[in-house]
């Protein structure tokens, strides 16, 4: 990692791993697809270990699950201290990819095949944190939300409720 890479804190700059993470995913859901794809979301980043400027970093990259149109592709990103080899990691995120065709339209995609159990928990992990996202979004949609459901749930938190 260069200078130019860095924050105000003079460490790599979060957002510019994103963009490498996202460039990694794509390379990977194009491969798998053979298809243009794009990203339709990004599940959950958690920044574990700050990246300094002259580490070198790794992203590896997998397709975790396959639906129609889309897959998962989990990303790692390591560092590594070029002088001691210390390796850290750094963060992992899961990217939502959909294939597209030539006029820009969601294309059917090979599914994944499975060979050993870290495969087998990846895709199960993956299809579980799909169905908690779906669960969660219309959970919350507002014609369903009932405020009073909810008062005793957010007792105690940083807010104060001033509701009409």
């Not at 920044?47 to 400027?53: D, G, R």
């Not at 970093?57 to 639906?67: D, E, R, W």
Request: one cysteine or more; a positive charge; aromatic letters at 8%.
């Amino acid at each position: 990692m260069l200078p130019s890479h860095s924050n105000f804190g003079g460490k790599v700059h979060g957002g510019y791993i994103l963009n490498l993470m996202d460039q990694i995913a794509f390379a990977c859901a194009s491969k798998h697809s053979q298809r243009y794809c794009v990203t339709a979301s990004v599940n959950r980043v958690d920044f574990l270990n700050p990246i300094e400027v002259g580490e070198l970093v790794t992203l590896k990259a997998s397709i975790n699950y396959t639906g129609r149109t889309s897959m998962v592709v989990g990303v790692r990103v390591e560092s590594e201290n070029i002088t001691t080899g210390e390796t850290k990691h750094c963060n992992s995120s899961y990217f939502t990819m959909v294939a597209k065709d030539d006029s820009g339209k969601s294309i059917a995609i090979p599914g994944l095949v499975i060979k050993d159990k870290q495969g087998m928990r990846r895709f199960a992990r993956s299809k579980e944190r799909k169905l908690s996202a779906y669960d969660r979004d219309s959970k919350y949609q507002s014609q369903r939300f009932k405020v009073d459901d909810y008062i005793a749930y957010l007792e105690g938190e940083n807010l104060k409720m001033d509701l009409d």
